[in-house]
């Protein structure tokens, strides 16, 4: 440890990893039970937009996606033997979730525009009948 000031004891680092080892397992059993209730909630609620249902699916499984990337950070953190590889992971993680978001907020807006301009009804021969023009 004395060749290297920036050294993290074995014990501190094995507890850092159990440490992220129990957030994991506690985020699993978090994310599991919100797909459940979110199961439930669609099957209740037969009115509600598909659109809008769609983005609720999206929402959850970006969120699942960046806790997962920061627990995963986090687990590569702790096994960073120098400042150079913290920077380095630190570097990588941000510029990765820096693309991960831009392309979770598109899709999220694509979505959403969907459903605040939805598509035109199809015209009936009953509109035709009554002297519509279209």
Same mark, same amino acid.
């Given at each position: 440890?004395?060749?290297?000031?920036?050294?993290i004891p074995p014990e501190m680092r094995d +507890? &850092?990893?159990k440490s992220v080892d129990q957030a994991k397992k506690a985020f699993d059993g978090f994310m599991n039970? &919100?797909?459940?209730? &979110? =199961? =439930? +909630?669609n099957l209740s609620s037969e009115a509600m937009h598909s659109g809008t249902k769609d983005i609720g699916h999206k929402a959850l499984g970006y969120a699942?996606?960046?806790v997962n990337a920061a627990l995963d950070f986090a687990a590569r953190l702790v096994s960073a033997r120098d400042p150079q590889e913290i920077l380095k992971l630190q570097s990588d993680f941000l510029r990765t979730q820096a693309q991960a +978001? =831009?392309?979770q907020a598109k899709e999220i807006g694509t979505a959403a525009a969907k459903i605040a301009v939805p598509p035109e009804a199809p015209k009936t021969r009953g509109d035709k009948a009554r002297g519509d023009k279209s």
């Open positions: 440890m004395a060749d290297n000031p920036y050294e +507890f &850092a990893e039970a &919100a797909h459940k209730a &979110a =199961g =439930g +909630f699942e996606q960046n +978001f =831009g392309e």
